[in-house]
């Protein structure tokens, strides 16, 4: 069956550091991923798309790779700052009905 | 833009009560879906409409739980009877189509609890 797989354990990091979070997934060919953004007690906010045949896309401080041979995806936040401290959902789809994961919850200490 | 708008924020009902959620979608959006977010399970999709039709209910967990979307800008999710196992966060999101039609665009979800 399919499967998407976030590290459950929280990452934390310092203030200016880059975090890199993974998204690692299983019996699945998605023709695009997506990286969202939730805070507690709040809806997933859209970040980023890249496509299957698009290797790495940024937006501002945000940079997504993507490695369809490896069945991965790499989300990096340069300079972080407290305020990027939220948890981060991978999607993935086929059609225009993503699958989520569970997230990885981001730690930035000031 | 307003966003997608739910209501209630918050719910707490007692076992065996109806419960019914509300949503309304973006002005414009063509697709609406409702979703379920656990600790357990993460976020799991119940149901997909498009142009208000019902496109994928594979995800409604059983009989108790039903949807409706009666025109483009609102859309129902009742749970009938409540049960505890049923408390979670609900979320419904709306997508445009076209260009943007893989993004979703989420409500700030409601939140039940069902004793």
């Known amino acids: 069956s399919q499967k998407i797989e976030q590290n459950s354990e929280a990452l934390n990091i310092q203030e200016g550091k880059t975090a890199t979070l993974t998204c690692n997934y299983t019996?699945?060919?998605?023709?695009?991923l997506q990286w969202y953004r939730q805070d507690p007690g709040r809806g997933p906010v859209f970040l980023l798309l890249i496509r299957e045949n698009e290797k790495e896309k940024r937006k501002e401080r945000l940079k997504v790779t993507f490695d369809t041979t490896l069945k991965q995806s790499l989300f990096h936040i340069t300079a972080s700052q407290p305020a990027d401290s939220a948890t981060y959902l991978c999607a993935l789809g086929g059609s225009y009905i993503p699958t989520f994961g569970r997230g990885t919850s981001l730690i930035v200490h000031p | 833009d307003a966003g997608v708008i739910q209501s209630p924020r918050h719910e707490v009902t007692e076992m065996g009560q109806e419960v019914t959620l509300r949503c309304k979608p973006i002005?414009?959006?063509?697709?609406l879906f409702w979703y379920r977010q656990t600790m357990m399970r993460g976020l799991e999709l119940l149901i997909y409409f498009n142009n208000n039709v019902p496109i994928d209910d594979s995800g409604m967990p059983e009989d108790r739980f039903s949807a409706k979307m009666p025109n483009a800008s609102f859309s129902t999710l009742k749970i009938q009877p409540s049960e505890p196992r049923d408390s979670a966060v609900y979320f419904c999101a709306s997508s445009p189509t076209g260009v943007n039609q893989e993004t979703q665009y989420f409500g700030p979800g409601t939140r039940l609890l069902v004793l």
């Open positions: 002005s414009g959006h063509n697709s």
């Open positions: 019996n699945y060919s998605p023709a695009y």
